[in-house]
């Protein structure tokens, strides 16, 4: 699977858009991008993933760029709950093994 | 729908000993993941099964072990328990299809201490 490239944290103003980066550059073309973002003491939480297209769902929107080899997520109005370590990964297409980075601490600051 | 569940939420051991893990899918999930997090190593894949059979295996020794009974709960044993088996255990299920489009989702994970 391939592998990705986050920040290692990131501070966002309650009530604003956090815009969460990721590079893939050696992502395959039947490899999906998935978010999770995991709070202390708590399981990782599933956001969105995409292929191709960007989505969009209730959580979040999520942009892949034409050559796939970058993502962004975006939280469109950031609450202090947000506050979380966000992994962006790309899974392959057969099984379930993810494979987890670092991660992105987001803070989001009042 | 209710989230995965795991049991126990929280548990103390001694070394030397073992202990069984368990996890509850989400109604209607065929495949669970098992995933150990430490502070030094991040989240890491243990093994998955589908349908009753494992499908994946991550790099663990084999003291770690898990089985699927026919109704997708899952449990996972560690034998001969070691300090730094103490970790978050995390249960993730999914529909289980390939193809990547089947998101995972976690459970809150048990707790487990090696003393």
């Known amino acids: 699977d391939a592998k990705t490239t986050q920040p290692t944290s990131m501070d966002c103003a309650e009530g604003r858009a956090a815009n969460l980066p990721c590079n893939h550059s050696?992502?395959?073309?039947?490899?999906?991008v998935y978010w999770y973002r995991q709070i202390h003491s708590q399981g990782p939480q599933y956001i969105i993933h995409g292929l191709k297209n960007n989505e969009t769902n209730e959580m979040a929107s999520l942009i892949i760029t034409e050559d796939r080899k970058s993502s962004t997520l975006i939280l469109p109005h950031a609450t202090l709950r947000d506050t979380a370590v966000y992994y962006c990964?790309?899974?392959?297409?057969?099984?379930?093994?993810?494979?987890f980075g670092a991660g992105t601490i987001l803070r989001v600051k009042s | 729908k209710a989230g995965v569940t795991q049991t126990p939420r929280y548990l103390i051991k001694t070394r030397g000993q073992q202990v069984t893990l368990s996890c509850s899918p989400i109604s209607g999930h065929r495949s669970v993941s098992w995933y150990q997090q430490t502070p030094g190593q991040g989240l890491q894949f243990l093994f998955e099964y589908f349908s009753e059979t494992q499908r994946n295996k991550g790099n663990f020794p084999g003291r770690f072990s898990g089985r699927q009974f026919s109704n997708s709960r899952s449990e996972m044993n560690v034998s001969t328990l070691e300090l730094g088996d103490s970790a978050l255990y995390l249960c993730?299920?999914?529909?289980?299809?390939?193809?990547?489009?089947?998101?995972?989702?976690f459970g809150n994970g048990t707790r487990l201490t090696v003393t």
């Open positions: 990964i790309v899974r392959g297409p057969y099984g379930n093994k993810l494979v």
């Open positions: 050696t992502i395959s073309g039947n490899e999906y």
């Open positions: 993730a299920s999914s529909l289980g299809l390939d193809r990547g489009n089947s998101p995972l989702h």
